[in-house]
């Protein structure tokens, strides 16, 4: 049996009419005839009583019909599904993203994507910045969001340049120079610092270190978290002063001070990444939403 066979056959069954049935599909009526034949043999019992008046369906042929047009719709979704799905319009996109570094831009993007893609399954997975590089190189997430690019800048990886920040100084409200509006950096020698953990993220953790070195000293680091938000965390708590990217001003609040750091120009870039390589067409559409939303986006202002 043959999805062909099954189209004439309800073609011929809604017309009951072998010549207007033929007209409709663009066949032969001979072929048509054929094909209905062979369809009969196939099931062994009559589906149309016919002569030179009048083609009706039998007690057989009304009841093949139902089930013939069941399966001819399933099949045309079928086949609907497979084009949505091969051009990118249904299907799911993972995102990999470090959550400070995109809060005022990534929830943007996800909203219009999902608006105008809403076939689309958005997966989000907030993970540090070494599990986003692991989940980008085994293919467990499609796009990510990250900090130092650079990290992960290697042969069949793109990466897109979203925006560029600068460092500050983190402290307590209560600390004595909260009331700064900036701060030599040498004037933080004997200060406990707070780092990101190297082995979480090596280019993070050189973030204070190269700075400290290069004018003078080496930092007193009493504490070496894994996320940024623990870094602010312990910030606050009083533990130690921070360099952090400007963007941890998303955690600001009346116990913290970001202050300017005198003389430095140096800052960070946060980028999209993903593979050359990844044939999920999804990602087309999401990178052309994260492109649009991005020439209007208002990430700047955490250094302002």
Known sequence: ????????????????????????????????????????????????????????????????????????????TAAHAAYQAGTGKTGTVSIGFLSSAVRLFLPKVIRKFRQDFPNIDVVLKQLTLNKLKSALEHDEIDIGFTVCPELIKTTGIHVEELYKGHNLVLVQADHPIARKTSVNITSLADEPFVVISRQESLEMYNLALNLCTKYGFTPRIVSYP?????????????????????????YSNSNLRFIE????????????????????????????????????????????
């Not at 005839?33 to 009583?49: D, G, P, R, Y």
């Open 1 to 76: 049996m043959e999805i062909r066979q099954l189209r004439y056959f309800v073609t011929v069954a809604e017309r009951l009419n072998f010549t207007e049935a033929s007209k409709q599909i663009f066949v032969a009526q001979s072929a048509v005839s054929q094909q209905i034949a062979e369809l009969e043999n196939e099931l062994k019992v009559q589906l149309f009583t016919r002569n030179k008046r009048s083609v009706k369906l039998t007690a057989a042929g009304n009841a093949f019909l139902k089930e013939a047009i069941d399966i001819l719709n399933r099949c045309d």
């Open 226 to 250: 894994v996320l940024m938000e623990s870094v602010v965390f312990l910030v606050e708590a009083g533990i130690g002063i921070a360099v952090v990217p400007s963007f941890s001003k998303m």
């Open 261 to 304: 750091i005198e003389g430095e120009s140096s800052g960070y870039e946060v980028a999209a990444v993903w593979s050359k390589n990844n044939l999920n067409p999804c990602i087309d559409y999401f990178i052309t939403t994260m492109r649009n939303e991005n020439n209007h986006s208002n990430v700047q202002k955490y250094d302002n």
